[in-house]
């Protein structure tokens, strides 16, 4: 699996070897290569980290405004990274990119012949195996490798037996005729700078160096200050950032938190100790890749903060006109109200306009009871105009009501005089006492039922009207309301 995720870097690194012919130049020439090709996620992951810097002040705000409750501080602070468009992980998103490669490139490193080259892994091993058809009892490199006199190597060190293999055949290339196995892939390598080999593993107990020869400890030396160097680079990467960019610091909880100020931490840590890990090629890479990463780092700083003044500018700018619209409306609006001047708002909202529908219909409604309503005058004389109504309801008691139906004009006195009612029932009372027995007696002289039930009904037919009258009102109420 390994194989297959490190093989490109691996080709590459063979490629740029076999074109420079010079294995710390290639391992130099990736490390560009790398760095152009991560460029894109440190532009992106610059720009958020300086708009995160930015907004120092208002998270000051906030911490000061929810600082007893930090479920709180946290749902502002989420809400204002949502309102401003940043994402608090994408300032190291691309710091975790290059681990993956850094691990894919010591793959590559550590595996020479079958990631770098592509030998096929049977040549090396001791088992049979087939190849294009033809098998072998046993690896012919291996073979070739035992008949050289190589000492194969066990326990820990046998995770860089490839490195040992190769620098081997390097040394005995035509004497042992390992150029016979070119058809498979296999190339000379040579991982020496100068006095230093490349594919040796620095040594940290420098107490243990043979100081009597300088041929001796003074290439360990040198190798010994490989991951001491890569740390150093890491640490001023790390104080560049920390200077070009305050980081503002985001609330505990929040997605992001911390992991900047913990990647710059542990990333110079990492690199002292996996360079005394790994071969020295490793930490040529690594430091090459950090110093580029500085003059990437303070390029990409001093464009982006020239690129986010313009946009601030630009902010403020808008905010301000915007500011002074609704400072001329408002002035607008009190000078009208001053002379008396009312303009409805047809910029409402849903909620404004059902709010003015609805005052709307209160005040029709007003308008229409003030309408019908009867005036003062008209309340005094209410029985007097309208006998038959109730409150505001004008045939409550039917439209032919009428409070002297019974009185008015049916009894007068002798003398023609109009009876009131107290006079009507003395002289009923008087004749009923002269009148004889048998005639009192007979009842068909009073009215029959017929007389009454006839009434009654009347009074439900005026009941009648006075329903219909009442949904008359209804509609009209309502055809004034539309």
């Not at 906030?62 to 502002?76: D, G, Y």
């Not at 073979?143 to 190589?150: F, K, S, T």
């Not at 109009?418 to 009923?432: M, R, W």
Request: hydrophobic share 40%.
């Amino acid at each position: 699996m390994f194989n297959a995720i490190a093989a490109p870097f691996g080709m590459l690194l063979m490629w740029l070897y076999e074109l420079v012919n010079n294995y710390a130049l290639s391992l130099i020439l990736i490390a560009i290569l790398v760095r152009i090709l991560l460029l894109p996620f440190q532009m992106k992951g610059k720009r958020g980290q300086l708009r995160m810097s930015r907004l120092n002040p208002k998270m000051d705000e906030l911490r000061k405004k929810h600082a007893a409750n930090k479920q709180k501080l946290n749902e502002e602070t989420a809400k204002l990274y949502r309102e401003e468009g940043i994402n608090p992980a994408s300032g190291c998103l691309w710091n975790f990119i290059q681990m993956p490669i850094m691990l894919a490139l010591f793959w590559a490193i550590r595996q020479p012949i079958t990631v770098m080259m592509r030998v096929a892994e049977g040549f090396i091993y001791p088992e049979p195996f087939t190849h294009d058809g033809v098998n072998y009892a046993t690896g012919p490199i291996y073979q070739r490798l035992v008949e050289a006199g190589y000492q194969f190597v066990e326990g820990g060190q046998a995770t860089w037996e490839q490195i040992f293999q190769t620098r081997f055949m390097n040394d005995y290339w035509y004497q042992y005729n390992f150029n016979d196995f070119v058809d498979y892939g296999l190339r000379r390598m040579d991982f020496s700078l100068g006095m230093l080999d490349l594919g040796q593993v620095p040594e940290w107990q420098v107490w243990n160096f043979d100081w009597s020869d300088s041929t001796v400890w003074l290439p360990l030396l040198l190798l010994f200050f490989f991951p001491v160097l890569s740390c150093g680079a890491q640490f001023i990467s790390a104080a560049v950032m920390r200077k070009t960019n305050p980081m503002a610091t985001p609330a505990e909880g929040t997605p992001g938190a911390g992991s900047m100020g913990t990647m710059m931490k542990f990333m110079p840590l990492m690199s002292l100790v996996f360079g005394f890990m790994f071969p020295a090629a490793l930490a040529v890479y690594w430091t090459t890749g950090t110093v580029l990463q500085i003059g990437q780092d303070l390029w990409l700083n001093k464009r982006y903060t020239r690129i986010l003044d313009a946009e601030d500018a630009e902010k403020e700018k808008i905010r301000k006109e915007k500011e002074a619209v609704l400072e001329a409306k408002r002035l607008e609006t009190e000078r009208k109200k001053a002379e008396g001047i009312i303009e409805e708002n047809k910029n409402k909202s849903k909620r404004k306009k059902q709010k003015g529908s609805k005052q709307a219909r209160l005040e029709k409604a007003a308008e229409w009871e003030k309408k019908i309503s009867p005036k003062k005058k008209d309340r005094e004389n209410e029985n007097k105009h309208e006998p038959s109504r109730i409150g505001n309801r004008r045939y409550a008691r039917g439209r032919a009501y009428d409070p002297d139906r019974y009185s008015k004009g049916s009894a007068t006195s002798e003398t023609g005089e109009l009876l009131d009612d107290d006079s009507l029932a003395i002289d009923v009372a008087d004749d009923f006492v002269d009148l004889p027995d048998s005639e009192i007696a007979d009842t068909d002289s009073f009215p029959d039922d017929d007389y009454f039930e006839e009434d009654e009904s009347d009074d439900y037919e005026d009941d009648d009207d006075f329903e219909d009258d009442y949904e008359d009102d209804d509609d009209d109420y309502d055809d004034e309301e539309n």
